[in-house]
């Protein structure tokens, strides 16, 4: 997903799948929310996976979303965990973002939940405070290895109810061509500021021919919002489950887009609603049309390829010029959770033990969910990556001694804050409202989101 202007698959979702429209993302939290009801209802109820015969394998049902290569490369683990397992048999269900969390809702609804499930960091909460997911902390399942911070975005009152499959980073990749056509010098991201960035994305657009622009516009995910809060001293959410802002701190927000916008440092309002509706391959970036953009750290292979360049890796500009400040976290990309209906519990956890700590899944896997948590893993696997994903892994090692201290994780009705930012963001941009009114409505309406 698109860090700014575009959620951590197929095209824009937080790792690798586009975002939906509003419309479709606000039914699908009434969905989850209806679900997660069910789900109770249903508690006393039978559930989970099909019954096996005796003398049978146990049959796992195992769902995950993502493109062609993702369904490549997770079925290849699959075969490496049944040959060692030949007294399992995992079930693969996979589709893209889009269609995804409708069919899991429905599932759970039903009480019809695959074993195995790839969770977003969106809706863990919701699934895990309605019972909806299993507590692997009760099962065998090494965690000594993953990276500390991947490994608590999973825990929660109800548990542990997801293990990282993949950790990320928020970053900045920027295409040197544009910068080198444009005769503009590449930052020093150690040290650049917000009044840096805006300088540098201006001076880019006004040496490049109509059309391109320094930088993508931000301001269509939560996650933007959460890197801009942090760097002030606020959250996106609180650990009680509260917004960790007020409505003041959105507003200065959408005050800099605007003026990154009007000193056209970043493409029109017309141009951000075009191009939040492109696929991937042909986003800003991708094309050439952006010196820069805001994307998650597992994405840089996959728009280096689409770009045909050799693309950098940056770190986010912050107030003071210093990389220390700014607010950087390991975000987990996808988490391997169980339905808690699952007839298999213990066969559950040893196929999501495999995932995590097994470097032959480790190698079938390599870093199509981001870096691997599994740090022994990890350096196992390294000479098998791209140059691109080896690229990945040493900017994640490169800012560890910089990240700030893990966001509290989303709350139950969270879903609905990605549509509820990008609705906004529009309007400013489009002057249908100023950035105070907007801050304050939208404020509003993330509150009674997340408190209903």
């Known amino acids: 997903m698109q860090l700014f202007s575009r959620p951590a698959s197929a095209a824009r979702q937080p790792a690798e799948s ?12 009434g969905v989850v929310a209806a679900a997660a009801a069910v789900v109770m209802a249903l508690s006393a109820c039978g559930g989970g996976s099909a019954p096996q015969n005796a003398d049978g394998p146990v ?32 079930k693969p269900e996979f589709g893209d973002w889009s269609g995804y969390w409708d069919k899991l809702a429905t599932q759970v609804a039903a009480n019809d939940a695959p074993d195995i499930i790839q969770m977003d960091e969106k809706y863990i ?26 490994l608590n975005a999973g825990k929660g009152e109800d548990g542990l109810t997801g293990i990282a499959a993949g950790i990320n980073a928020a970053t900045i990749l920027a295409n040197p061509a544009v910068f080198e056509a444009a005769g503009v010098a590449m930052p020093d991201d150690s040290t650049w500021t917000w009044e840096d960035f805006e300088k540098i994305a201006s001076e880019i657009t006004a040496k490049s021919p109509q059309g391109t622009y320094g930088a993508a516009a931000y301001g269509t995910d939560e996650a933007s919002l959460g890197v801009w809060l942090r760097q002030n001293g606020k959250s996106l959410y609180t650990s009680d ?17 605007k003026q990154l916008s009007e000193n056209k440092a970043v493409p029109t309002a017309s141009e951000v609603i075009e191009a939040e509706a492109a696929p991937l391959d ?5 094309t050439g049309k952006n010196a820069m953009a805001f994307w998650w750290s597992n994405q840089a292979p996959a728009l280096e390829k689409a770009s045909g360049s050799d693309l950098e890796i940056l770190r986010f ?6 990389s220390a400040d700014a607010g950087l976290w390991y975000k987990a990309s996808q988490f391997w959770s169980a339905s808690s209906r699952t007839k298999h519990p213990e066969e559950t956890a040893k196929f999501i033990d495999f995932l995590a700590n097994n470097v032959k899944a480790g190698e079938a896997l390599l870093a199509d969910r981001g870096v691997y948590p599994n740090s022994e893993v990890r350096a196992a696997i390294e000479s098998k990556l791209t140059p691109a994903d080896v690229k990945v892994v040493k ?46 409505k939208a404020h509003d309406e993330m509150k009674s989101a997340i408190s209903s």
Request: net charge negative; aromatic share 10%.
């Open 18 to 29: 586009r975002s939906p429209g509003a419309a479709r993302r606000i039914r699908k939290t």
């Open 59 to 90: 049959e796992l049902r195992f769902s995950w979303w993502g493109g062609d290569k993702r369904a490549q490369l997770t079925q290849e683990a699959i075969k490496q965990f049944e040959a060692e397992n030949p007294d399992i048999k995992i």
């Open 125 to 150: 909460t919701e699934y895990s405070s309605r019972g909806a997911l299993l507590d692997l902390s009760k099962y065998e399942i090494d965690t000594s290895k993953l990276d500390e911070a991947a």
């Open 317 to 322: 500009p912050t107030k003071t010029g210093s």
């Open 282 to 286: 042909q986003s800003g970036l991708a």
């Open 241 to 257: 489950g509260k917004l960790g802002f007020e409505p003041s701190d959105i507003s200065e927000w959408w005050a800099f887009l």
């Open 395 to 440: 900017f994640i090692d490169q800012i560890k001694d910089e990240l700030g201290e893990a966001p509290a994780p989303p709350p139950k009705g969270a879903g609905a804050i990605q549509e509820i930012i990008k609705r906004y963001t529009s309007e400013v941009l489009f002057e249908r409202l100023s950035t105070d009114e907007a801050g304050k």
